[in-house]
């Protein structure tokens, strides 16, 4: 049962710890940030392997650091969604039925029915626009989902027989689940988390029309694609060869994932 | 049996392609609708009231409906409209204005039962009466200018405009103005009917709208607004364009698509879509369009407008706004856009003024003055960094990362702060700013009200959000007030300009042209500095 | 069936109790958005006083809780106020762009439906198209729903311009929001396609399905009685969780799209800081979905045997 862990943990691990400092440095090389306006709107060529930005930036330097800074700042959310759901989820789980759980619930309930994109609009003008605060926010409010499988598991475990077993030896109710119960519910949310990956990333295009997300000129994957398609009239590599390398990242994550702990619906399941 | 799936598949694939080339090649919806010209709009129309209209864009619409006074043709000449003539008093504190005769409102039943009336000197009262009632949101262009706003604003009647007879109006100002009729030429202030009193509030402009122009409402609603041309409009005009459709699609590259398909007519091309459209400029200064727009004309045209960067004077000291206003390149920003679309400018009054000179003769930028400077400078953003607000609006975010990267080459680092428009305009209210991005487009025609809007410490800090207060530029907008006659007007603007550089509240940086790309079949199309198309002369070929 | 009706009825009161909870929510998380409605009307032009005589128009100034008070009092007589924009009542507003976003997401719906049946007909009936054809349709979930959506109508515009996208007044009937459902149903077609051909592949190792084509049954008799059957719980629920994420991406779309319908009516309204409207749309937007969720509810105990009421 460990390995339920383990591979999605070392996936994790390596997507949003390891590759972007592979990326990061490999994108710095081409000189994301350097304007150019003689060079602007290029094709892609050999000198502009995905051409250039409006601003005579080369593209894939600002796509390998996009997808860099992505990448990290997402690892950053999901860390923070990841206890969130693996606290609240428990607690929710374990006191089945009490006013705990009814509250909780509630909250997720609530979190469910709130278009997502508001919720992050609020929360970011009071938390502030820079990027950390931004995936702050989207991990507060991400931890739903993982949160419901948690307790669902929590739930189906309270009464298992080996529990029981414990209790009847006179195992303290905290003990059980520290030990026992919890270290099982580590696996389903963080794979939950690792699905919703993409829609994070995605999540910066919204942003972008409400004036938040990454401070120019930071790149991102999700406002490169957004700025891209804003203006692809100037040039069709701007938003496609941006989203190719999204594209990527994503089937590689997906794929990576060991088949039997795949969904193909996140978050469908229980509904009680 | 194994054949039968690869058939499936083929059929299937021809099925979803054969879908998507009929879409593709499907006539657009009003083809074949006679002398219809439609035009793509960029925001919502919520009301079509002159004295409502803040938005540009809107403008452009109810530039069709309605005259005021006087207006600009595509010279930027003032040309009499609906006054005939007018004339000043020797001070030039007392205009008299002749309505022209015979000029209808359109069709209505606010004139039951004639449906129909004659302009008198009543309705300009009216009109300007109404400018200061709370149904208006555009006080502030007549504040402080004709006698009596005080009063007005407070509910009594406007007593500086009289009508002397049906056919003339006396308007007294509280200090003497020779270029007082530039001011009427906005849209903004554009001749309503006086039983415009008897509807209930927000009424007109939303249910009834009614004006003078070539052009009068036939449905408004909020994506679309369809007007057919005036059968009884005072003016001789050459055009066929009877009816107007102004589609409201708000996304830029969906507008410029829907030109080249041929559903739309008139498309305006903001700095955004430029790279769309424009190849570059061709030897003799023309603009020229990509392959892809081959047939397509174009008109270009300055119209009134500047985009700077505006500094909180109290937080920067005057040797730091000095070095970025010295320091930045124009040259290189007007690059931003192909074609020339973006003319630099040093100054806020806004090229193609009639009779104004702005009075620099070359690019400002000169890097080595502007280090020094800033090695004199003491102020914070030296050591902490220089932030600079942007928001999503006019390029700014472009125009913002291409100045950090031109005042890193004389040593200063600028931090970029992406807001949405609204949240920047607060922060600017609320004084919590380095500098920011703003595009204005001035409702003025003229160098004085322009300079006042934006220098004046009364208007601190709204609209004059830099907070600047220069003595010398004060004592330059009291002497302008008593310039005797436009040449002089013209000398204090232009010693104003130079103190603003030498000072600045802000760096301005460019002023955009008006772009408009049209298909080979309409012809006659001309604007004026208030980016108001004029339309009544526009005609369409039979056949495309 | 009187504990199925109780258990409904608990279903309605938690809707209820989370409307509530969304009311309260809608009023105090718009408040915290800094940016004053006035101010956003008139523009960066307009003198302080006027900004300060249109706040006090739209009631703006008033205390907190006061403004609170009155929207509950509002509420509970039906009444949602007026926009701050245009001054014109909420609902009427907000109900013929909601049309305009429930057509698509209906017909997106529709489409999703009807694809992924067909789809997992001829994978069942032609087993080699299936293994050609089914990754390409997983590829689909990996997307998110933003991404898919903004992408297809990007590559639609470079490579088909002439297929016109947006929709004014001047085009009505059915059809014309067909592109962007299509659009729309890319997700929900990927998401249903897979979870059916799961339940499908499930089903086809059981006794039953063995039974029926020891029989001699038409392959496409032991479809639709063996395979159909079974998985249809799970896959009409999958069908009702996902008519809201449709109703999401439409809302994207037409952003992207400028059509008039909700998502571009939310987009404006935030910018504008209508919060009137914003309440409306999210108390609006709670009820549709709260409703969808109780319908699901109910649909599930009714037809899972497994779920006890």
Redesign the interface.
């Known amino acids: 049962m460990k390995h339920r862990l383990v591979i999605p943990l070392l996936l994790a691990v390596l997507v949003f710890g390891i590759l972007p400092e592979i990326l990061q440095p490999l994108g710095l090389r081409l000189h994301p940030y350097k304007v150019a306006m003689v060079d602007r709107l290029q094709a892609p060529s050999g000198a502009h392997w995905f051409g250039t930005d409006s601003l005579g930036r080369d593209l894939l330097a600002r796509s390998l650091t996009g997808t860099a800074i992505s990448l990290r700042v997402v690892g950053r959310a999901m860390a923070v969604a990841y206890v969130l759901a693996l606290c609240l989820g428990g607690l929710a789980g374990w006191w089945n039925g009490r006013w705990p759980d009814r509250g909780i619930s509630y909250v997720i309930a609530l979190l469910h029915t709130v278009p997502f994109i508001l919720l992050v609009i609020a929360c970011t003008t009071v938390f502030g626009g820079s990027l950390n605060a931004i995936y702050f926010t989207i991990g507060c409010i991400m931890w739903a989902a993982p949160a419901r499988l948690v307790r669902a598991e929590v739930m189906q475990l309270r009464n298992a027989p080996f529990v029981r077993a414990q209790r009847a030896m006179g195992f303290g109710p905290a003990a059980i689940f520290r030990c026992c119960i919890l270290p099982l519910t580590f696996g389903p949310p963080l794979v939950a988390l690792l699905y919703l990956t993409p829609e994070i990333i995605g999540l910066d295009v919204g942003l972008s029309y409400f004036g938040l997300g990454a401070q120019p000129p930071t790149p991102t994957v999700g406002r490169l694609i957004f700025e891209g398609a804003s203006n692809y009239s100037a040039g069709w590599w701007l938003p496609t060869l941006p989203a190719a390398v999204l594209v990527l990242v994503v089937v590689l994550i997906h794929r990576m994932i060991p088949k039997g702990q795949r969904s193909y619906s996140p978050g469908e399941g229980v509904n009680e | 049996m194994k054949s039968k799936p690869i058939i499936l598949i083929a059929a299937l694939a021809a099925l979803v392609g054969l879908g998507l080339w009929w879409l593709n090649s499907r006539p657009p919806s009003n083809d074949g609708v006679a002398g219809l010209l439609q035009v793509g709009l960029e925001t919502e129309i919520t009301t079509l009231d002159p004295a409502k209209t803040l938005d540009p864009h809107v403008s452009r619409v109810v530039g069709q409906i309605f005259e005021g006074l006087v207006g600009l043709d595509e010279n930027n000449e003032v040309v009499p409209l609906l006054a005939k003539s007018w004339e000043s008093n020797a001070v030039g504190d007392t205009w008299t204005f002749k309505i022209r005769s015979g000029v209808r409102f359109h069709d209505s039943d606010l004139f039951a039962p004639e449906k129909t009336r004659v302009v008198t000197a009543e309705d300009v009262v009216f009109t300007f009466n109404r400018v200061f009632s709370k149904d208006s949101q555009i006080a502030f262009v007549l504040d402080g200018v004709i006698k009596g706003t005080e009063e007005a604003k407070n509910g009594e009647p406007l007593a500086g405009v009289k009508a002397l007879s049906p056919e003339s109006v006396q308007v007294e100002l509280q200090a003497p103005d020779p270029l007082f009729v530039n001011r009427l030429t906005s849209v903004l202030l554009a001749i309503v009917p006086k039983e415009v009193a008897s509807l209930p509030s927000g009424e007109f402009g939303v249910k009834t709208t009614v004006g003078t122009g070539p052009f009068r409402v036939e449905s408004v609603n909020q994506s679309e607004a369809v007007l057919s041309r005036n059968p009884a409009y005072w003016r001789e005009t050459s055009g066929n364009v009877q009816k107007l459709a102004f589609r409201v699609i708000k996304n830029e590259q969906l507008r410029l698509q829907e030109l080249k398909n041929g559903q739309l007519d008139l498309v305006r091309i903001p700095v955004s879509l430029a790279d769309g459209v424009v190849a570059g400029v061709d030897a003799g200064g023309n603009v020229r369009l990509k392959p892809e727009w081959q047939g397509f004309h174009h008109s270009l045209v300055r119209t009134f407008n500047v985009v700077f960067l505006g500094f909180n004077c109290p937080k920067l000291d005057l040797e730091f706004r000095r070095a970025v206003t010295l320091g930045v390149n124009r040259t290189e920003l007007a690059k931003l856009a192909p074609g020339g679309l973006i003319e630099p400018a040093m100054g806020p009054i806004p090229l193609g003024i009639a009779a104004y000179e702005p009075p620099f003769a070359d690019d400002i930028m000169d890097l080595d003055a502007a280090k020094a400077a800033l090695a004199a400078s003491s102020a914070a953003a030296k050591q902490e960094g220089f932030d600079i607000l942007v928001h999503e609006k006019d390029s700014a975010e472009q125009v913002g990362q291409l100045l950090q990267s031109q005042l890193a080459k004389i040593g200063i680092e600028a931090r970029l702060t992406k807001l949405d428009y609204n949240t920047v305009i607060q922060r600017m209210i609320s004084g919590e700013f380095d500098s920011f991005i703003m595009s204005f487009e001035y409702i003025y025609g003229t160098p004085g009200p322009i300079a006042s809007m934006l220098f004046s410490p009364q208007n601190i800090p709204v609209p004059n959000f830099t907070r600047y207060d220069n003595p010398q530029v004060n004592a330059l907008l009291e002497g302008y007030k008593s310039a005797k006659g436009i040449e002089a007007a013209n000398d204090i603007a232009r010693k104003i300009e130079r103190e603003v550089v030498a000072d600045p509240p802000a760096a301005f940086l460019f002023q955009n042209k008006m772009l408009l790309v049209y298909p080979p079949k309409l012809s006659g199309v001309k604007v004026n500095g208030h980016s108001v198309p004029l339309l009544w002369e526009a005609s369409l070929a039979e056949n495309p | 069936m009187r504990c199925q009706v109780r258990g409904a009825l608990r279903t309605l009161l938690?809707a209820l109790?989370?409307l509530a909870?969304?009311v309260v929510?809608?009023f105090f998380?718009?408040r915290?958005?800094?940016?004053?409605a006035a101010?956003?009307?008139?523009?960066?032009?307009?003198?302080?006083e006027?900004?300060r005589?249109?706040r006090h128009d739209l009631g703006l100034d008033r205390p907190v809780f006061q403004q609170f008070v009155s929207l509950i009092g509002g509420l509970v007589r039906g009444d949602m106020g007026v926009s701050s924009?245009?001054?014109l009542p909420v609902v009427p507003q907000i109900l013929p762009r909601f049309s305009i976003t429930a057509t698509i997401g209906l017909q997106a719906g529709l489409i999703a439906l009807a694809v992924s049946y067909g789809l997992n007909l001829?994978a069942w009936l032609?087993p080699?198209?299936g293994r050609c054809?089914l990754p390409l349709v997983?590829?689909g979930?990996?997307?998110?729903?933003?991404?898919t959506t903004?992408?297809a109508a990007?590559l639609l515009?470079?490579f088909?311009?002439?297929?016109?996208?947006?929709t004014?007044?001047?085009?009505s009937g059915p059809f014309t929001q067909i592109?962007p459902s299509l659009l729309a149903s890319l997700y929900p077609v990927a998401?249903m396609t897979?979870?059916l051909r799961?339940k499908v592949m499930t089903a086809a190792s059981s006794f039953w399905t063995r039974a029926a084509r020891a029989t001699g049954m038409a392959p496409s008799a032991v479809f639709h009685r063996a395979l159909l059957s079974p998985s249809l719980v799970s896959w009409i629920?999958?069908w009702i969780?996902q008519i809201s994420l449709v109703f999401?991406a439409a809302?994207?779309l037409e952003?992207?799209?400028?059509i008039?319908g909700t998502g571009?009516l939310?987009?404006?309204a935030?910018?504008?800081?209508d919060y009137p409207i914003?309440q409306g749309l999210?108390i609006l937007?709670?009820v549709f979905?709260?409703a969808l969720a109780t319908v699901g509810?109910i649909f599930?105990r009714r037809f899972d045997p497994r779920?006890r009421p």
Request: hydrophobic residues 55%; without cysteine.
């Open positions: 938690g109790s989370l909870g969304v929510l809608a998380l718009f915290v958005i800094p940016g004053d101010r956003a009307q008139l523009g960066p032009t307009a003198s302080e006027s900004v005589a249109l924009f245009n001054r001829l032609h080699r198209v054809v997983r590829a979930v990996v997307l998110p729903v933003f991404f903004v992408f990007v515009g470079i088909f311009p002439g297929v016109s996208l947006s004014g007044a001047a085009d592109v998401v897979t979870v799961e629920a999958v969780n999401f809302m994207v952003i992207i799209l400028s008039p571009d939310l987009l404006s935030v910018q504008r800081r914003l999210l937007n709670a979905f709260l509810d599930y779920v």
